[in-house]
């Protein structure tokens, strides 16, 4: 089932052009190509694109598909340039191949990247069938057009499809440069296009990696360290070999997996095991990280983001100084569908299959730890139940695979939800010192954000308000921790927007500004008297402000109960802002509205995009509400649901509602930037509503 | 380990498998029936939902012994042609994003409708409690009002 779509295409020849994943070339006469096939012959001038000499159109989806939208709507972009009606079209989900470019789902640069190269990619189709259909008739091809998958003759009215022209679409030279439509002829692109597989999805087929079923293959569980700083020092497997079902027990990858030829029967096997661990490291807990955390934002860092003037003389002067400490816990990826793959490893080949946000790395990384070619090893990638960042990591294809090789069978790893929750390579906590001065003239005249996390960066050195504060300073700390951690949906601005934004929000109400007029005031000091280098787009900020302020009808005509809150940020090439609407009912607090204005260059899925930016709302939203990972001794306490807890539809709100700044610019990322502005929109509403600033998160407003 | 005969999705199957085996591992591992799905085991995010006998059950925590002769309804036996009216809904409001709660989520708007043919806002809230990790809370509730509009004629809400 799996190799299928790679075996169905072995026979096309495709070469690839270094640089830029773009693929020309094709050579559809293979050696393997009976008398009978060439008959049905396949133009397929690029990798992306098939068509059969019965008008069968094929577009390959390259990206892993983790939730995003990306298996829609690159296909749709290649559907535009193509002149194909969508609804005529076959989306396949691509194989890992180098003539695919860079398939990774990360960093909300699918579209961002591939938007030229795939239209591209679509047009030289269009282009080679017109050149067919012209040769054909015998006349210029200026006098042919190509519209929903014919190829028409202006002066005649003759109409040849697409599968009548690949036969000799297919034997043409392909072009090297081609003209891409006009964006006022879009038919598609900005259109409200379903997710592809919705039909999948509601009628329960197999689309997951953990849905995978192969013949002789067995379940496998994992025995894992009760905490970071913990490993396996012994077991005993006699319990778990008595268990029914329990095949084998082996030792790979520094842990002691269970197989057998059911989930309960290896989870069982599992739980039967005696393991003694061992103390490889001290074991942390989150009130050490918080201790270091407290001392070092009141420590200036060596190597300091950003420094423009003098934050410290300022401050010196004895002026009105402002100051608020934020804090925000670490995160679990959480995936609703739990880390799996499937492995068999054979001699000196392998075949994986699994959900990974970067194949080709995971394909690296498993060749090196089998020893086996990369050459030898095929990776195909399923639907997967969210990604996040976990699955930027390698190791669940890693184990699998390693987990098979030792076991000398096909393997279904699967990871419960208390593996995967403390398993994980978890986002990050920190805690921020912010600081400001006002002028006596009721500027900001100084501006300190002092940073320190578990891991990675705490702060973007360039983001708003620098450049319009005469004296800014960034300080960042990192702390190091034997407890794993690694991106989550829109890294560094998911945690340092929250210290941003609120801080924000504090000073525009300590300066009786208001909080939209006060961020507008600075932009224009931005604009206007920048101070160092001005890391965003001043006009493209201001679009989605005033956007948002005009579709919440901003701080007018609100019901008695009702409070909004603002935040804005700028991430991944895309500017989102939201007003947040608390409604107190008895002094109960329920998020109920969210207004959110976006610019990311030009839509290709109104539908889509409109899903992610409620989805990162919502998302957001439910971790700054809710959740939370902290650690006793190296172990993780939330170990699932019921402690890690997440929004359900009496938390949400009733409306989200989405608009994006009609713009002619490419498209930017979309997957992530809607998340970091929500929470700090909500303490400002909040705060709004009650007077109280909540500068800790998950907010538990639940919690007197 | 037992042999148990069930009525899933109307037709009867046999399986064997030890009596604690919760429900959701006896369709996916052994009746291959992979659309519910495994979330968290603890019968708290309602990924693994399918209907006993109507109603809604998290089938994570339920144990085949348990099951009898009720009838075991999966998001595969919905509907013959995936045309249920909260399927067509969910369709048509886009709801899926990963897609992988989805499953559930529509069972327990179709059991929701059952019990309240024209729900408010407020019943949605108390009795949609699956867990969405890409937020698709939004469209869900739109979907479930969707699909009470296309299941109860209008003579119904008056």
Redesign the interface.
């Known amino acids: 089932m799996i190799g299928e779509t790679v075996s169905r295409r072995n026979f096309l020849k495709i070469t690839s052009i270094a640089g830029g994943g773009m693929l020309i070339g094709f050579n559809f006469l293979s050696d393997n190509l009976s008398a009978a096939s060439v008959a049905d012959a396949v133009f397929s001038p690029n990798a992306y694109i098939t068509i059969n000499s019965s008008g069968l159109v094929t577009l390959m989806a390259p990206n892993p598909e983790i939730g995003q939208g990306v298996k829609t709507a690159l296909p749709m972009i290649l559907a535009e340039e193509l002149n194909v009606k969508w609804d005529t079209v076959e989306v396949d989900m691509a194989p890992l191949d180098p003539k695919f470019g860079s398939q990774v789902a990360g960093g909300s640069g699918a579209i961002r990247g591939r938007f030229m190269p795939i239209r591209k990619a679509g047009a030289t189709a269009r282009v080679m069938l017109i050149s067919a259909a012209a040769q054909q008739w015998g006349v210029a091809e200026t006098d042919c057009y190509a519209e929903d998958g014919f190829v028409i003759n202006k002066a005649s009215g003759k109409k040849l499809g697409y599968g009548e022209l690949a036969a000799k679409a297919a034997t043409l030279p392909v072009p090297a440069d081609v003209a891409l439509k006009d964006p006022k002829d879009f038919k598609i692109i900005g259109t409200r296009v379903h997710n592809i597989d919705n039909k999948k999805i509601i009628t329960g087929q197999p689309l997951y990696g953990m849905d995978t079923r192969r013949p002789g293959m067995l379940y496998a569980m994992v025995a894992r360290p009760p905490a970071f700083g913990k490993a396996i020092k012994s077991f005993d497997d006699t319990e778990t070999r008595k268990v029914a079902g329990v095949k084998n027990v082996v030792m790979a990858h520094g842990v002691v997996a269970v197989l057998a030829t059911s989930t309960w029967a290896a989870k069982k096997g599992r739980d039967a095991l005696v393991t003694v661990w061992e103390d490889k490291s001290p074991g942390e807990s989150t009130a050490d990280h918080d201790a270091q955390y407290t001392s070092l934002i009141i420590t200036k860092s060596d190597r300091p983001g950003r420094v423009d003037g003098d934050v410290d003389a300022v401050f010196a002067k004895g002026g009105k100084v402002i100051e608020a400490v934020y804090e925000l816990p670490n995160l679990a990826h959480s995936a609703m569908e739990p880390l799996n793959f499937f492995a068999d490893v054979k001699e000196n080949s392998a075949e994986l299959y699994g959900p990974t946000q970067i194949p080709a790395r995971m394909r690296q990384e498993v060749a090196k730890a089998l020893n086996i070619p990369e050459a030898n090893i095929t990776l195909g990638m399923p639907r997967q139940g969210g990604g996040f960042g976990r699955k930027l990591q390698a190791d669940n294809g890693v184990e699998a695979a390693l987990i098979s090789q030792a076991a000398k069978a096909p393997v279904q790893m699967m990871w419960t939800r208390e593996d995967d929750m403390q398993g994980d390579y978890y986002r990050a906590g920190a805690m921020y010192k912010m600081k400001a001065a006002i002028s006596a003239d009721n500027q900001i005249e100084a501006w300190h954000l002092n940073g320190a996390s578990l891991g990675g960066g705490s702060a973007m050195a360039d983001s708003f308000p620098a450049a319009s504060v005469p004296n800014f300073r960034v300080d960042t700390h990192s702390l190091h921790s034997n407890i794993q951690t690694g991106p989550w949906r829109a890294p560094t601005s998911n945690i340092v927007t929250f210290a941003d934004e609120s801080f924000m929000d504090e000073l525009a109400h300590e300066m009786k500004k208001d909080p939209i007029a006060f961020r507008l005031e600075l932009l224009d000091k931005a604009a206007n008297t920048p101070v160092g280098k001005v890391g965003y787009d001043i006009n493209k900020y201001r679009s989605v402000v005033e956007l948002v302020a005009k579709m919440s009808n901003w701080g007018k005509g609100l019901p008695k109960n009702v409070y909004q809150g603002f935040a804005a940020r700028f991430s991944f090439s895309t500017y989102a802002a939201h007003v947040a609407e608390v409604t107190n009912t008895n002094g109960v607090l329920r998020v109920t509205k969210i207004y959110s204005a976006i610019n990311c260059g030009r839509v290709v899925n109104l539908s889509g995009a409109e899903n992610q930016v409620q989805g990162a709302i919502l998302d957001g939203l439910s971790h700054a509400l809710f959740s939370k990972i902290t650690f006793d001794k190296g172990a993780v306490n939330e170990k699932n649901f019921n402690t890690y807890k997440f929004m359900r539809q009496k938390d949400a709100p009733i409306e989200v509602l989405v608009q994006f700044v009609p713009t002619e610019d490419a498209p930017t990322g979309l997957g992530e930037p809607a998340l970091p502005p929500i929470a700090p929109a909500v303490a400002n509403a909040i705060f709004a509503a009650t007077g109280k600033r909540y500068r800790k998160l998950p907010f538990e407003l639940g919690k007197a | ?1 037992a042999k148990y005969t069930l009525s899933v999705n109307n037709k009867a199957m046999s399986v064997e ?2 009596e604690d ?2 429900l959701l ?1 006896v369709l ?3 009746l ?11 019968a ?2 309602g ?1 693994c939902t399918v209907h006993i006998n109507g109603a809604a059950v998290r089938s994570c925590q339920y144990p085949v012994a348990a099951v009898g002769a009720g009838k075991v309804l ?3 036996g ?1 509907s013959p042609t ?1 045309t249920h009216p909260v ?1 067509l809904a ?2 048509e409001m ?1 709801v ?8 559930g989520q ?1 069972m327990a708007a179709v059991a929701l409708l059952k019990t309240h043919p024209n729900p408010t ?1 407020d019943d ?3 009795l ?14 739109k979907a479930i009002h969707l699909a009470a509009g296309k299941m109860t004629p209008k003579a119904a809400k008056v």
């Open positions: 380990m498998a030890d085996t919760p591992w996916r591992d052994h291959n029936l992979v659309g519910t799905k495994y979330g968290c085991g603890i708290q995010c990924a999966t998001i595969e919905l995936g399927q969910w369709e886009d899926p994003q990963c897609g992988y709660c989805q499953g529509i806002d949605i809230d108390k949609m409690t699956n867990i969405c990790r890409c937020g698709t809370h939004y469209r869900i509730r």
